[in-house]
């Protein structure tokens, strides 16, 4: 597609409950990354996959929170149980190969826990 | 440890100058990213150094010291559209690795 697309765009959920977010990059992207940003903040890292391999996960805040790419396109970042402290923005970015690439961003996945 | 600074708030009139510092203390460097968020919306790109010395693309210019571990971002003839969120991020030395982020500056232009 054109661009990184993200749904849903906005979602509520009751404490609890378990979210599915799902991440389109850009086609032919190798690089894929979910980002958290908390209102007022700068995106945190959360997790990478090159193609449908997850490098690092250090960025994951707890065991509750999943992510897989299993065919190295889409991507679904999971939260399991979600709690308050869950509500954020959750930003999807793609990247062709290369460390000097630039990461582009969707717009986001708005979750409010209540 | 991996720490990166700007300051929280900036104000500037329309038609002004406004520079944007950012700091940075990480482990490894391979290039220093400048994006643009306004409320609501995507971060978008706006510049990338990885060589000290300025770059320039139209209104926007970044600069960066390796040796001082700084940058910054200047924006020149400001517009009321530049009212944003300006996001310092820096890659580690490792091909593909993730962006960490500053907690970016928000940008207030008045006319």
């Known amino acids: 597609g054109a661009g990184v697309s993200q749904s849903p765009r906005y979602k509520v959920a009751k404490r609890g409950q378990d979210v599915a977010l799902r991440c389109d990059p850009i086609s032919g992207h190798v690089s894929l990354f979910w980002y958290q940003q908390a209102l007022g903040q700068g995106p945190e890292f959360l997790t990478y996959f090159q193609n449908e391999a997850q490098l690092d996960k250090s960025g994951l805040p707890s065991d509750r929170f999943f992510a897989e790419r299993p065919e190295g396109s889409v991507s679904t970042l999971k939260i399991q149980r979600t709690q308050q402290e869950d509500s954020a923005v959750y930003l999807c970015?793609?990247?062709?190969?290369?460390?000097?690439?630039?990461?582009?961003f969707g717009e986001g996945s708005w979750l409010t826990v209540v | 440890g991996q720490n990166i600074d700007q300051p929280t708030e900036m104000t500037a009139t329309e038609g002004a100058i406004v520079q944007i510092n950012c700091t940075y203390q990480t482990s490894g460097f391979n290039g220093l990213f400048w994006y643009q968020q306004h409320a609501g919306e995507a971060p978008t790109f706006l510049s990338y150094n990885v060589l000290d010395g300025l770059e320039e693309k139209g209104r926007f210019s970044s600069f960066l010291s390796r040796s001082k571990g700084y940058s910054y971002l200047l924006l020149k003839e400001l517009q009321m559209k530049d009212s944003a969120s300006y996001l310092c991020a820096v890659r580690g030395n490792q091909a593909g690795t993730a962006l960490i982020f500053g907690k970016g500056t928000t940008l207030s232009v008045s006319s």
């Open positions: 970015a793609s990247s062709a190969a290369g460390s000097g690439n630039t990461i582009y």
